[in-house]
């Protein structure tokens, strides 16, 4: 916020910034599934499927201590350590660690970057093994059940049959709730957070108009910029910065910047960062490109779209959770205009009727979607909570007093 | 909406467009200024003033039946006929036209294309005198307060000194306002629509988005474009798409659209437009580019941003209107969440507090900023109404019955 940064400039260091990223991506394991293929919903068939993750804490001796995290589009496994790429701190540090709600002392947590994604796990920069180059756009389409398929194999790997809980928001909570349609019997308790059973029409247009700057932008090449020494950054970065609006509320956005100036007492008549909110979008824009591979980004952004869960069954949403003995604690807030409050009743209404255990809090924000991965203590005061009373149904030990 | 439309396949034939839309601007009459000169607010002036206009009906003989009409950021003064341009109606012809609510067998109607414009008055796309080239980003940048001391250098030349009436919805509502502010006394009555006395942070962040699509395309070439013979077509095509996101409600995406796929049964698992509303949003994109001029849109944006009338007042809105005799009509629309009535009511209080007659009405309608455009049956009764009135109080025959 405090540089003045111009996209349309000459091009940034993106080269560097992949490199670094390539370099970091194997601080995290990486699963590997040599023989074995992932069926995605496309039809094809996934070889050599890696799968990077972090986890916290340790699993107890019977295993039923494990949490799954789901992250967001341009998240990552990353949770609650130092991001190797941006050096900040892991994106939900304020809900995940040593003796916070989602407590890394008591739970066995587990997060993986996700298909399609570009911090490790198999994705369009990913190698090929049919042709030894980057993927491109010939890696298959993925769905968010592809996903949830991925991390089914992921904790099979660690040896963790069943989950206390899985968690996220935004398209993690997309996540969640394929992960109790998919695997019912795996999900002791599920809290999906300002998310949808369904993207919508505005949200697949917001989508859309992302990928079209991204495609847009002639160093994009089809896909294959990675063969061409070059990546479509300014394309990416007007992506980030409309998406970027959608995550802040209204309030929020006059709330920060109002019709403040930058670093001046009067306009320049001109077409420089003028206004302090010209400049925060601009800043979110270059840093994205430093840490996204702009295919990746169209690869998620597409999940997105084609999630509808109800679609899967006979288009009655509840019948995805049928049989479900899984607990939910549905939350949502009030000032999230991408996945509104409707969104999450829908969701609450499916469950009601399919008979499962749901709570639902909607949280009073003025900071729109972006909430969620901020500090809001009544979030906080929810998952412990929540996770306290899943995990005295799990028999697990009660948490010390704090 | 039949076709499906790729901006990122190759350029779309707007050096074609860019002919035709010079061909056609002297469809309308142009106001020229020989020797005199408009000082801006930018502290710069502006020699050879052109003004490209359109006028529906008659004046009177006391002249006093003359309203303007002012269009919003990406209209013209093609308000009640053919566009040349598009073959399309004129932009408000539910509202204007013989035995309309503005009714052109009663008022003498005027619209101009606004100061920065792509329509026959000067912008960034006319000729610099001092060069004899396009200005390109050398022209100065315009506020709202110049584009209405144009139209005023419009009505003496045409010979009007008072308006019955100022009307126009968005920006084309923002110059009404800075009509009374600035000439009250020419002013009888002003019907602002869907506006507000300042744009917001959230409106500035999306303006800025389209903007940087535009700078990012390398075809913008710092603004010189039409001297390498080429047209950011890409960049204001997703500057068009993001933006016009903003002009619908979620609702209306929704009831238009919903989620149902482009003449297919099931997603294509790829990044064409599997969404009707990834298809309707594309050819917004297609569309526009044949008839907007892309630096044109940088500057009308960034005259909307710098927009906020009561900076000129102390900070004080209702010294804006203070003293004025303006019979005020402000209306609004529920679902517009670019312009919410919330805009609008700031407006109204301003108003009371200045003691200036208004009415207020919030129109119940789900088709979000663009309800002011569309067929609005509350917006004619409440137009006609309110001209009827004004039409009375200056003394004009009344109007026959319909």
Known sequence: MDRLIN????????????ARREADAPHSP????????????????????????????????????????????????????????????????????????????????????????CMGTT???????????PYGLDMPLVTIRDMVNAQAMLLDHLGIERLLCVAGGSMGGMQVLQWVASYPERVVSALPIATAARHSAQNIAFHEVGRQAVMADPDWHGGHYLQFGVTP????????????????????????????????????????????????????????????DPNSYLYVTRAMDYFDLAAEYDGVLANAFRGSKTRFCVVSFTSDWLFPTQDSR???????????PVSFAEIESDKGHDAFLLDEPELSDITRGFLDSAAKTAGLPVARDR
Chains 1, 2 share one sequence.
């Not at 349309?8 to 560097?16: N, S």
């Not at 994705?123 to 180059?133: H, M, V």
């Not at 007492?265 to 996204?292: C, I, K, M, N, W």
């Open 7 to 18: 996209i349309a400039a000459p091009p940034l260091d993106t080269e560097e910034a992949r």
């Open 346 to 356: 829908a969701i609450v209404h499916a469950l009601n009727a399919s008979g499962a």
């Open 123 to 133: 994705g369009p920069s990913s190698t090929n093994p049919q042709t030894g180059r």
């Open 30 to 117: 990486v699963a590997s599934f040599p023989g074995e293929t992932l069926r995605l919903d496309a039809g094809l068939v996934l070889h050599d499927l890696q799968i990077a993750y972090q986890t916290y804490g340790e699993p107890n001796a019977a295993r039923t201590n494990a949490i799954l995290v789901c992250h967001a589009l341009t998240g990552d496994q990353h949770v609650a350590n130092v991001n190797p790429v941006t050096g900040k701190p892991g994106w939900w540090e304020t809900l995940v660690g040593p003796g916070k709600p989602i407590d890394t002392e008591r739970f066995y947590v587990i997060c993986a970057n996700v298909l399609g994604g």
């Open 233 to 292: 950054h300014r394309g990416l970065a007007v992506a980030r910065m409309a998406a970027h609006i959608t995550y802040m509320s209204d309030q929020a956005l006059h709330r920060k910047f109002g019709r403040r100036l930058q670093d001046r007492a009067l306009p320049t008549f001109g077409f420089d960062a003028d206004f302090q909110v010209e400049s925060y979008l601009r800043h979110q824009g270059e840093s994205f490109v430093q840490r996204f």
